[in-house]
């Protein structure tokens, strides 16, 4: 196979908003209790957070991560979890069906969040609760002092306010499953309202409306177009979630679902815009993606989880290799969004459909998607390049005229450096990728990364970790050319300085 690009620094989309590499941290399985933090263990640091986790998400540069739901949020009383630990209380957490002992909470989780150098994405909760409480949540969080919750915080030992930024006005609030699920109506209504009363408090934070949790649900679209009749004007965010999986063991079409997330994200633009025309308004709402990954293979073991114990290891997808690359392409495909797509979370980061395993009181392990998030993360800051791409294509059970190429560029000017990712969904075939970079004269390859396996199904374990990258990829600069032989089925990362 055969394909070919153009790169040129002066086609660009956009400066990306790091927030797109974000990730999620729900009061959910393991990800909290037995994941970030796990008193007792040998690696705990004095506040009980075990500092090989922490140490994994630095190497991730996570720049922004959701808390505390997810599902979790819709029945969340956010006082429980502030004040002396051991007066908390512990609840019936309706969700997950799980005990909620509610050791963590918003000031511990905005402390560990600031030790690894991470933003919290704050979610309030409008199934059981309201505008009432999301104002509290606001002012103990950001008002510096001088009122009652503000006055509360500084008298739990938090002094300093925490500065939350970016703020979710609920979650899923489409689905039935939903704690307090609402209709578009009801949710635009009391969406509105809590936004209103959450900028007056602090003028400053950025707000998200809540969109459809996947693109099958029946009211996918509509429930954009209505919900934002109401919340236009007070939010600057609207939320995507999409998780795939390969139910049908149809790799030709599961590595396409990409080109599904792609769909979803011009549709959204597009209601997002048609409610502008339709307000005469010259505000632009962008997109947060902040629920996306693979989450299939642990549901059927999930369903044997007694319920109502603390901190079960539910959702604990295993990942293969053939999931990292999918991952990738939706890494790719954000990015080839960067213009609308202003943040998004991986969901989530430890233990729950994540790229970090941990083992209690024992190890913590690399899963093979944690890779492709890391080299996104790390190499795709800058400004997002819109390369011309030609490829060969193919068509799959599921989906016509797939191109075998997935690809796209990032320029640091800064560092003068380009970094291309680069996806062959071939399952046989290498692909000779022939790449003019005419406006890069100079530019020679640094490092070509490429994560491959002969086993598409290969996972990592805590004992062995087969799904690495290596960087013996064979990318070489020459005249304004970059000449790549792309192995079947692999990543590619090819850094150009
Ligand atoms: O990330 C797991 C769950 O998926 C979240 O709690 C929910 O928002 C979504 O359905």
């Known amino acids: 196979l055969k394909a070919k690009m ?12 790091p927030r797109i590499y974000g990730s999620f941290i729900e009061h959910l399985g393991r990800a909290v209790y037995g994941g970030i933090y796990e008193p007792g263990h040998p690696l705990a640091d004095e506040k009980g957070y075990r500092k090989d986790v922490a140490d ?92 009652y919750w503000s006055d509360l915080r500084v008298s739990h030992g938090y002094k300093e306010p925490h500065k939350i930024k970016t703020w979710c006005l609920g979650n899923e609030m489409d689905g039935p499953w939903q704690i307090g699920h609402k209709t578009a109506e009801e949710y635009g209504r009391i969406a509105e309202e809590t936004a ?38 007070h939010v600057d965010f609207v939320s995507l979630h999409r998780y795939y999986g390969n139910y049908n063991n149809d790799t030709q079409s599961y590595l396409a679902y990409s080109l599904d997330m792609d769909h979803f994200i011009r549709t959204v633009i597009s209601v997002c815009d048609y409610i502008k025309a339709k307000k005469r308004s010259k505000k632009t709402i962008n997109l947060s993606f902040d629920e996306w990954n693979v989450w299939f293979h642990s549901k059927e073991a999930d369903k044997k989880i007694d319920p109502w114990t603390i901190a079960p290891p539910q959702l604990e997808d295993i990942y293969n290799f053939e999931d990292a690359l999918l991952v ?63 490829s060969p294509k193919y068509d799959s059970k599921e989906f016509t005229d797939v191109p075998y190429l997935e690809t796209t560029a990032v320029y640091r000017p800064e560092d003068e450096e380009v970094t291309i990712f680069a996806v062959n969904r071939s399952l046989d075939s290498s692909l000779q990728l022939e790449t003019d970079i005419r406006s890069f004269a ?42 790549a032989n792309l192995s079947k089925a692999s990543w590619n990362v090819i850094r150009l300085k």
């Open 6 to 17: 153009i790169l040129d620094k002066d086609f660009t989309i956009s400066a990306i908003d």
């Open 196 to 233: 209103k009363v959450m900028k007056w408090v602090d003028p400053s934070i950025e707000l998200v409306s809540c969109g459809s949790s996947n693109t099958s649900m029946p009211t996918f679209p509509q429930w954009e177009a209505t919900t934002l009749e109401y919340t236009y004007d």
């Open 328 to 390: 990738g392409c939706m890494l790719i495909t954000l990015l080839k969004h960067a213009d609308r797509v202003r943040m998004a979370c991986l969901a989530q980061l430890v233990n729950v459909i994540a790229p970090i395993m941990t083992e209690n009181g024992g190890r913590s392990w690399k899963q093979t998607i944690f890779y492709p998030y890391l080299h996104a993360s790390v190499y795709g800051r800058g400004i997002a390049l819109h390369p011309v791409v030609h």
């Open 56 to 147: 994994l998400i630095r190497q991730l540069n996570v720049p922004i991560i959701r808390y505390p739901g997810g599902n979790f949020v819709s029945g969340y009383n956010w006082e429980d979890g502030v004040g002396p630990i051991a007066e908390r209380p512990r609840r019936l957490e309706l969700a997950w069906k799980t005990v909620e002992p509610n050791h963590v909470g918003t000031n511990e989780f905005a402390e560990w969040a600031k030790s690894v150098n991470t933003e919290v994405m704050m979610a309030v909760n409008l199934g059981t609760r309201g505008m009432d409480d999301a104002r509290n949540l606001v002012e103990y969080c950001n008002h510096p002092g001088g009122t």
């Open 442 to 483: 100079g530019y020679r390859v640094i490092e070509h990364l490429v994560l491959e396996n002969d086993n598409l199904k290969a996972v990592n374990t805590i004992e062995h970790e087969a799904v690495k990258p290596h960087s013996n990829g064979n990318a070489h600069a020459e005249d304004g050319t970059l000449l």
